[in-house]
């Protein structure tokens, strides 16, 4: 296992972590979680900051195991596999436990989500035809926002929640609609290097 992949299965146990931390009864234990007050009007769970801070922890590794791996010529399908599972654990559990919890619209889990899975699917069409489909720039925007807007989320919005501005919903919502325009991207490229594929075979 090289450092890459290390940085990889470390993402995945903070991942772990930070689903522990927001989703453990702590109130029904007895245990209280400290509350901050914001002008007397923002109500701050510090379970939620501290799981601010591990989840820009866990981005950060995102873009270095990657960059690491390119990098040092240490790619590897195992590699590639956990980035995968890693990015989906992360990402795809904040939505569903911060959609559960109001913090945001439960369309924008059920759009970004969707499209993932369908983006895979494609991807796993054109690799069944010996094509491999890089990812696009709309994609690399998408993610761009969508991680930017889940940290702020967990970070209550601050400080542009002083002033008023829902930075992270906007954020989350753009993300959302880059979601449904980057789906719709990949599968025209996939209809067209598999329909390539078979007039080359």
């Given amino acids: 296992m090289n450092f890459p992949t290390k940085l990889t299965v470390f993402r995945i146990g903070l991942s772990v972590l930070i689903i522990f931390l927001l989703l453990f009864p702590f109130d029904a234990m007895g245990i209280d979680i400290p509350r901050l007050f914001i002008n007397e009007a923002i109500v701050i769970n510090l379970k939620y900051i501290i799981a601010g801070v591990l989840f820009v922890i866990a981005s950060?590794?995102?873009?270095?195991?990657?960059?690491?791996?390119r990098k040092n010529n240490q790619v590897t399908d195992y590699g590639k596999m956990l980035d995968a599972i890693a990015d989906k654990v992360l990402v795809d559990s904040m939505l569903i436990i911060l959609s559960g919890a109001g913090f945001i619209k439960p369309i924008i889990a059920v759009v970004v989500i969707v499209r993932d899975i369908a983006v895979d699917a494609f991807k796993m069409s054109a690799a069944s035809h010996g094509v491999v489909?890089?990812?696009?720039?709309?994609?690399k925007i998408k993610t761009a926002c969508l991680m930017t807007g889940i940290g702020l989320t967990l970070f209550y919005n601050l400080p542009f929640e002083l002033w008023n501005l829902k930075v992270s919903d906007f954020l989350l919502i753009v993300s959302a609609v880059l979601s449904i325009i980057s789906a719709v991207q990949y599968y025209d490229l996939t209809k067209k290097v598999v329909l390539k594929a078979?007039?080359?075979?």
């Fill in 60 to 69: 950060i590794t995102d873009f270095f195991d990657g960059y690491l791996a």
């Fill in 133 to 139: 489909i890089a990812s696009i720039k709309s994609g």
């Fill in 198 to 201: 078979k007039k080359e075979k």
